[in-house]
């Protein structure tokens, strides 16, 4: 059984928890900071990040690098297009779900989230508007032309729409939530991956894993 190293509650082992229901492929998850001192995880991901997959002898690390060799070992049930440009905006759209987006999402969390509730210290709510009100809304604009007004963006749910949402669902654990009056059209698809039949089992194990159901 393959074995996935990372704590629940993080945008990119969310990510991997969905590729593998989709492609309905058993695992056990062990749960696992990041960047941790662990010298047994450091010899399994030497730079501390999470997640990392291990398929038999394999150890594969990186959420990105881990789907797509779920797609290339585990065909069935697709998680990425076909066609060549679909592909490519495909591992595009991933790509800014896992950089610009993570990051300005992660820092919502941290500092509604992580500081008051873990580290017991007050948020940096100028911070968190600055990233609000001056860094999200070009994201956000680009993304509500980017997603369709209904269904998925290729179609069938793939790992672009994933990606695109994750680090919005824990911003939402910070009290963060797109506006809808401003971007109706991402709004609306973040509420539908999200009600995505195994998207939602995720969510709903990884909030109680989290004591948050």
Not at 127 to 150: C, F, G, N, R, S
Not at 202 to 209: G, H, M, N, R
Request: proline share 7%; hydrophobic share 45%; net charge negative.
């Amino acid at each position: 059984m393959m074995v996935l190293h990372g704590a629940s509650g993080s945008p990119f082992v969310r990510k991997v928890q969905v590729a593998l229901a989709i492609k309905a492929l058993p695992f056990e998850q062990v749960q696992q900071m990041p960047f941790t001192r662990d010298e047994e995880y450091r010899k399994i991901n030497p730079l501390g990040k999470i997640p990392a997959l291990q398929d038999g002898e394999l150890t594969i690390c990186d959420s990105t690098v881990i789907c797509e060799y779920l797609e290339d070992a585990y065909p069935q049930v697709p998680l990425y297009p076909a066609e060549s440009a679909d592909k490519a905006k495909a591992r595009w759209l991933e790509e800014l779900g896992g950089s610009r987006v993570a990051e300005l999402a992660a820092g919502i969390f941290f500092q509604r989230f992580m500081r008051p509730m873990v580290l017991q210290q007050e948020p940096d709510e100028e911070l968190v508007a600055k990233i609000i009100d001056k860094q999200l809304p070009t994201i956000l604009d680009y993304l509500e032309a980017q997603v369709p007004a209904q269904g998925f963006i290729f179609g069938e749910f793939m790992m672009a729409d994933m990606s695109l949402i994750s680090p919005f669902v824990n911003a939402a654990y910070a009290g963060y939530e797109v506006d809808a009056q401003r971007w109706p059209v991402f709004a609306s698809f973040i509420a539908r991956v999200k009600a995505h039949p195994v998207v939602s089992e995720v969510l709903t194990a990884e909030a109680a894993a989290m004591g948050m159901s």
